[in-house]
């Protein structure tokens, strides 16, 4: 079973930076659809960006322009630059790859964003 683990979270006040990381329990060449998600109370959880295996890079509309998706293969790390964040914006953010067919999830990370 591969482990994702997120950290980076925190708090920000609006307009500041952050930048998430997912440690995986494996190479992270062997994950596909390695991506980052976001989720408040009560609602779905809601797809953010993907970066598949050539590197390249796709983002919901929300997030384009602001968020920036990357992948180290030496740390086996997955990261999610987010910029000029909006207190809206304020989630549990989750990484998500698929192995064998089968999704992982980390646990989520908290963001909070204030005012």
């Known amino acids: 079973q591969v482990q994702l683990v997120e950290s980076g979270g925190g708090l920000v006040q609006a307009g500041g930076s952050l930048r998430l990381s997912c440690e995986t329990s494996t190479d992270i060449s062997y994950l596909r659809g390695l991506g980052w998600y976001r989720q408040t109370p009560g609602t779905q959880r809601e797809w953010i960006a993907v970066i598949v295996s050539g590197g390249s890079t796709s983002y919901a509309d929300s997030v384009k322009g602001q968020f920036a998706i990357t992948k180290d293969h030496d740390k086996n790390r997955l990261y999610l630059q987010m910029n000029d964040l909006e207190p809206e914006e304020t989630a549990v953010y989750y990484c998500?790859?698929?192995?064998?067919?089968?999704?992982?999830w980390g646990e989520g990370t908290q963001v909070t964003v204030s005012s």
């Open positions: 998500k790859g698929s192995y064998r067919k089968r999704d992982n």
